[in-house]
């Protein structure tokens, strides 16, 4: 797990005290009520770079291969999942309601979440690019649509952009591409147990990653 500001555009990232934001939000609530049988803390899952990784080029042994039509052409992407993808969602799924929420097309996620858990068990609960808000060219996560406790909310994902307004939230991962030896799902999968029992996820994670911190240090670092 660590942090590369370089790559997420961090000194464009909209706060939530940006005077816009208010217009931008998503208001409708996208899961179902709490019930006294579901899990009390809730896990967001990014997809791509953070679950799985998807190319136009031929690679060996995909682990699915997803067709996209856009009127006369077709286009195919070959999908690999991140090594130890499957132990880490039987894990997690003992202790959280699982969400994926992705800035892709709903058109091509679908297929790959589909894919990974076809009799809908596992990820019931998924949100789209339409389930995000676009800001300043960035497609940004608002954790509040979630209609849960944000102080058990928990955010994986690979963009710190994509969850700028939630960074007391997130565990940043690093983006994955090929590597057969990562290990990092299995690093979140130990940080995740030690938070199994806390009252709020929030300054436990902020005192580990402290991305508010750093995303303004690194603000002020690009402005001067």
């Not at 939530?16 to 896990?43: C, E, F, G, I, Y």
């Not at 565990?171 to 590597?179: E, G, K, N, Q, Y």
């Not at 991305?211 to 240090?217: N, R, S, Y």
Request: net charge neutral.
């Amino acid at each position: 797990m660590s942090v590369d500001l370089t790559s997420n555009s961090a000194f464009q990232f909209p706060f939530p005290n940006d005077s816009k934001q208010a217009n931008m939000k998503l208001s409708s609530r996208v899961l179902p009520a709490v019930t006294r049988s579901s899990h009390k803390r809730t896990l967001v899952l990014d997809l791509d770079e953070t679950l799985v990784h998807s190319t136009q080029q031929l690679i060996e042994n995909p682990d699915n291969i997803v067709t996209l039509s856009n009127g006369n052409n077709t286009r195919t992407l070959y999908v690999k999942y991140r090594p130890g993808l499957m132990e880490f969602l039987r894990k997690v799924l003992k202790f959280f309601e699982v969400v994926v929420y992705t800035a892709s097309a709903k058109e091509y996620a679908e297929q790959v979440i589909n894919k990974l858990d076809p009799q809908r068990k596992m990820l019931k609960y998924r949100l789209y690019r339409d389930d995000c808000m676009q800001i300043g060219g960035h497609f940004v996560k608002d954790l509040s649509r979630l209609g849960r406790d944000l102080s058990q909310v928990i955010i994986l994902d690979n963009s710190i952009t994509s969850f700028a307004h939630h960074l007391d939230n997130g565990i940043p991962i690093l983006s994955w591409f090929d590597d057969p030896n990562d290990s990092e799902l299995w690093k979140v999968t130990n940080l995740l147990e030690q938070l199994i029992n806390t009252q709020d996820v929030r300054p436990i994670l902020n005192s580990i990653f402290n991305l508010p911190k750093i995303v303004q240090d690194y603000q002020q670092k690009c402005l001067v």
